[in-house]
């Protein structure tokens, strides 16, 4: 029966941005993650997918490299998660930068970059 883990609001510091400043001083990121699979028929941990190697995936991502866009940031944590996980038919992946920076006088809560991805595309 195909179902969906998700993952809410994982906080991550990385070096990520547009300008070479938000590069250097780092920022928190918030991510959302949503994996569609087959759920397993029985209560059984090895038939399913462990939430904390996703979280794992999107870590590794964010330490390994360096994005100037939330959409490539985004993009490259579905792409790995498909990769990696081959029970998951779709995973959505919503990257939010909390507070960027703006022109004076402007105030954002957050901008996000959400990006879904199937398995065979």
Known sequence: MMGRLIIKGLQLFGHHGATREERERGQFFSLDIQLAF???????????????????IAQRVNEDESFRLLESFSQTIAEQVLRDLSPVQRVRVRVSKERPPLPPGILVDRVAAEVVRRRGR
Not at 42 to 48: I, S
Not at 50 to 55: E, G, K, Q, S
Request: glycine fraction near 0%; charge should be negative.
């Open 38 to 56: 087959d759920f397993p028929i029985r209560d059984d941990l090895t038939q399913t997918i462990d939430y904390v190697r996703v979280i794992e």
